[in-house]
């Protein structure tokens, strides 16, 4: 069987064209998650988070956390009342905005605990915003969430 040039030429073009088409379905359909939906407003707040960052790398005692049997333990510094003490614990998991979670500080003893039931398995940037009177702080770090043990 003989292909004249013309032939060659379309089945050339037409493969090429089927191609960008396909790759373009691929990419339009594709997950995109953004740290957070209003990017542009977080900026502007982003010398207040510096600032908050500096006052709880100062405190004497800092904020800390650690994943136990339980849960998502913090531990908030000794020196500050639970009454007095507010804010909240964000967990964002950069791979899926879906598992990211919001837990508000409840305070007991100087530490939290946060139910391992509520929180998917995974690696999560944890962002603790809070509040002792009326100075803030902000500290953040990462946990790994092991699966669940049945």
Same mark, same amino acid.
């Given at each position: 069987m003989k292909l004249n040039w013309k032939a060659l030429i379309a089945a +050339?073009? +037409? =493969?090429? +064209? =089927? %191609? *960008?088409?396909?790759?373009?379905? %691929? =990419?339009?359909? !594709?997950? *995109?998650?953004?740290?957070?939906?209003?990017?542009?407003?977080?900026?502007?707040?982003? !010398?207040?988070?510096i600032d908050k960052a500096q006052r709880a790398a100062e405190l004497p005692e800092p904020l800390s956390w650690q994943i136990t049997e339980s849960g998502l333990l913090v531990h908030y510094p000794a020196g500050f009342r639970d009454g007095d003490i507010s804010g909240e614990i964000r967990l964002y998991c950069p791979s899926d905005d879906r598992n990211d979670r919001q837990f508000a500080i409840r305070s007991n003893n100087n530490g939290q605990t946060v139910a391992l039931s509520q929180i998917p398995a995974g690696r999560y940037k944890i962002q603790v915003d809070w509040k002792n009177g009326d100075k803030t702080y902000w500290n953040e770090g990462v946990v790994v969430i092991g699966p669940k043990k049945i």
């Open positions: +050339v073009y +037409v =493969s090429f +064209v =089927s %191609m *960008i088409l396909l790759l373009v379905g %691929m =990419s339009a359909g !594709q997950k *995109i998650d953004l740290v957070t939906d209003h990017y542009y407003e977080e900026e502007l707040k982003f !010398q207040g988070k």
